[in-house]
């Protein structure tokens, strides 16, 4: 079963960084059964575990304790937090995540105040292209120069929103051919292969020795936070990072520069800036995907970061490796994968979840 309806009511749900309890009640809502033990932590991560199962298999007795392995899927995006409410009613920013400011002109935005969601539009201040210069239309704003306006009256503007209330882009996810294109892919997809891998491995019914823990984590966009702290508490002896990956196989990228290519399978993701993969476990992971016939590609990231650093560096220290899907047009409301990738990336964690 694809399930590409839960993908896309988990990337239309808006959760930016410190603000994701929209993300994780949908996510509760999705995991009946599926665990032993559900609970939220402190930073708002939320830590699902389940205990290994027999299956068809016999139980056996052992007195060892079973290798825990942590799935991290990082339940925010990047978005912004309202600074200031100003005389006209014109909300500005500051951002929650990495934006490329060319990317935010003209844009539809959700802002979700206490009151509820109001719909806005995004521009930078400045004159638009009928009363400007050369000069003025060679020029990139920076975040601080965008604003919000809700089309309200000054006063009503005023009444309805605060400063700490936050802002998404607002565009519906949608699927064109093969792929899925939408704002929050990153890293939605996470959370989605969190899910349904635990689902497939359920309706398998093969049993599992590990004890999977998945943790839907927050804040991973502004410096793998919630990551962090839900990886001391678990203390995994193997982390999977799951995460979206860019795929640059597009014009104007030279093809040793693409990372991934669209519909060639999962990303067995090797190294980016914030860790270096367990070699051992890229080896058992590369074997498993082929032991299958699961589509992969091997990935390296010059930069960028993921939350199975958090895991490989908590506590005493875990394997750990990255599970990803490549994206393109990463961090912009057109963000896209393949649906084909997406399968490949569920199914290789299903497979290593049933041998761990």
């Excluded at 290798?67 to 600074?83: A, K, Q, S």
């Excluded at 009256?153 to 519906?172: H, L, Q, S, T």
């Excluded at 064109?176 to 349904?196: F, P, Q």
Aim: a neutral charge; glycine letters at 10%.
């Amino acid at each position: 079963m694809e399930n590409i309806d839960l993908l896309k009511r988990l990337c239309e749900t808006p959760g930016v960084p410190g603000r994701e309890e929209r993300v994780r009640a949908l996510i509760e809502s999705e995991i009946q059964g599926l665990f032993d033990a559900v609970e939220t932590d402190a930073m708002g991560s939320l830590i699902c575990t389940r205990h290994p199962r027999a299956g068809k298999k016999k139980p056996t007795k052992n007195a060892a304790e079973p290798t825990r392995v942590m799935l991290l899927c990082h339940m925010d995006e990047i978005g912004f937090y309202v600074t200031a409410i100003d005389k006209n009613g014109f909300l500005w920013m500051n951002a929650a995540g990495g934006f490329d400011t060319r990317n935010l002109f003209s844009r539809r935005v959700l802002v979700c105040a206490e009151s509820g969601d109001f719909k806005g539009v995004m521009n930078p201040g400045g004159r638009p292209i009928h009363i400007s210069g050369p000069k003025d239309r060679e020029k990139i704003p920076e975040v601080k120069e965008f604003f919000v306006d809700t089309g309200m009256k000054a006063e009503d503007a005023k009444k309805k929103f605060r400063i700490g209330d936050y802002v998404v882009m607002d565009e519906p996810a949608i699927e064109i051919g093969t792929k899925v294109v939408s704002k929050a892919l990153d890293n939605r997809v996470a959370c989605w292969l969190g899910i349904e891998s635990v689902r497939k491995l359920e309706a398998s019914n093969t049993g599992h020795a590990c004890e999977v823990v998945v943790a839907f984590t927050t804040q991973e966009e502004v410096g793998l936070r919630g990551a962090k702290t839900a990886s001391h508490r678990v203390q995994p002896h193997v982390g999977l990072g799951l995460d979206v990956t860019l795929a640059c196989d597009t014009p104007g990228v030279p093809d040793e520069e693409s990372v991934t290519k669209q519909g060639q399978g999962f990303g067995l993701h090797i190294k980016d800036s914030s860790f270096i993969a367990d070699y051992a476990l890229v080896t058992q992971v590369e074997a498993l995907a082929k032991k299958h016939k699961i589509a992969y590609q091997r990935t390296i990231l010059a930069a960028g970061g993921q939350d199975g650093a958090a895991a490989q560096q908590a506590a005493a220290g875990a394997k750990a490796i990255g599970i990803t899907v490549g994206t393109r047009y990463i961090h912009t409301v057109t963000e896209m994968i393949d649906k084909k990738d997406l399968f490949a990336a569920r199914d290789i964690i299903a497979a290593y979840l049933a041998i761990a």
